[in-house]
């Protein structure tokens, strides 16, 4: 039933919408879904009906009421503030559908602008109807428990923090119609592309306009994922690039993704997509469910326990800090220890256990209690420094390539 959105008695030539819009019985402020909803069933009201048209109460029990459900009212975050989904859904449908940035406080104002000026569908149903199919895509995007490549999209964008991305999804699944293996492929390209740039240490403010620009350079191509891969590849800059394999590879190896990629659960993504590129059709499909943490392999306080290379044993960071020495074997040790070739993935227990421990405990510690097949193969590494903390990272690095292909 409807009957709540009009608790009025109007008289004529009241207009139910102006009225709605200045009174409150509740003295809550209005969202900008509120106002959307009694826009679009006012006009309902207003359109001449046969006698086979739903009523307005079927029309809302159809389309609208699953907006209702605690689902969409749930809020996340946007920026610094908190925003029911509903009202970031319709932020992202409009954004698609007019291929520009939309402000949210402004989502009610300019959706009205846009059904009054552009008149984009022939009656309120078809209205509905076409919301309705894009809140399904945006719902897998917001909900990564739900298996599908779109959730699983979803939880990467999450982990990332890369919302703005959502208008460009709803437009490739929504208008486009993308699924199968059209759809894997468009979402794998836009998955390299965000990761190679986060690993790059490349901004992310552009990408708000970014996306927006290539829903607009997308609209009305054939072939949309081969178009998809061109527009990318023709970004110049910092703000747009899709980086190439060697500027890749060169800060997949010596930047200290440990500290530069945060929070750190980014850098648990990666490493986990490497985990199950590494599992090949001889090894069990295991879904990972335990609590995992980030692991340096060779401590970050590896002074007592770790000698160099030249077999002494360094001093303190307090110690070279009070004495402000060079020392190149420890400077280059230091900047080794945070680069992915020395990080792995364990329980916390098990993190916890192990703290600073030697190579020569630590190795069969983990290889004894962890399952995961980026841990099984530090089986292969007898000694544990610089150089094999390189090879590890380029090892890495081979199947980096071949996840988040440019």
Request: aromatic fraction near 10%; charged fraction near 30%; hydrophobic fraction near 35%.
């Amino acid at each position: 039933m409807i009957s709540h959105l009009f608790p009025l008695n109007l008289r004529g030539g009241d207009d139910p919408q102006v009225i709605f819009e200045t009174l409150n019985g509740f003295n809550e402020p209005l969202s900008p879904t509120d106002l959307m909803r009694n826009f679009i069933f006012q006009r309902v009201y207003r359109e001449k009906r046969g006698d086979k048209d739903k009523t307005p109460d079927e029309l809302y029990n159809e389309y609208w009421l699953p907006f209702d459900h605690h689902f969409w009212k749930r809020e996340e975050k946007q920026g610094r503030l908190k925003r029911p989904r509903v009202d970031l859904f319709f932020q992202y449908f409009l954004a698609m559908k007019q291929a520009t940035d939309i402000n949210v406080g402004r989502l009610y104002h300019d959706y009205k602008t846009w059904i009054e000026t552009e008149k984009p569908y022939v009656c309120v149903e078809s209205e509905l109807k076409d919301t309705t199919h894009y809140a399904g895509v945006c719902k897998k995007l917001m909900s990564p428990e739900e298996p599908s490549d779109l959730s699983d999209f979803g939880g990467m964008l999450n982990d990332f923090d890369v919302k703005t991305i959502f208008p460009l999804i709803l437009f490739l699944c929504g208008e486009v119609g993308l699924q199968g293996e059209s759809l894997q492929q468009a979402l794998r390209l836009l998955e390299s592309f965000l990761i190679r740039r986060a690993v790059c240490g490349l901004t992310t403010k552009n990408y708000n306009r970014l996306f927006l620009q290539l829903v607009e350079g997308l609209r009305g191509k054939e072939d949309v994922s081969t178009a998809l891969r061109s527009k990318l590849l023709e970004g110049e800059g910092d703000a747009v690039i899709w980086p190439n394999d060697a500027n890749f590879s060169s800060a997949w190896l010596t930047r200290g993704l440990y500290k530069e990629i945060k929070p750190s659960i980014r850098l648990q993504f990666i490493l986990k997509r490497i985990e199950q590129e590494k599992r090949k059709s001889k090894n069990e499909d295991i879904h990972i469910r335990s609590s995992l943490s980030i692991e340096h392999i060779m401590p970050a306080s590896w002074e007592a326990h770790w000698p160099l290379p030249d077999g002494r044993m360094a001093k303190s960071l307090l110690e070279r800090f009070l004495e402000d020495e060079t020392d190149s074997e420890v400077e280059k040790r230091v900047q080794a220890i945070h680069t992915i070739g020395n990080l792995t993935l364990l329980t916390h227990p098990l993190n916890s256990a192990l703290q600073n421990v030697s190579w020569s405990g630590k190795q069969p510690e983990i290889t004894k209690q962890s399952a995961l097949a980026i841990n099984r193969e530090l089986l292969d590494y007898s000694v544990w420094n610089e150089e094999t903390i390189e090879a590890r990272g380029r090892e890495l690095l081979v199947h980096a390539k071949n996840i988040w292909p440019r």
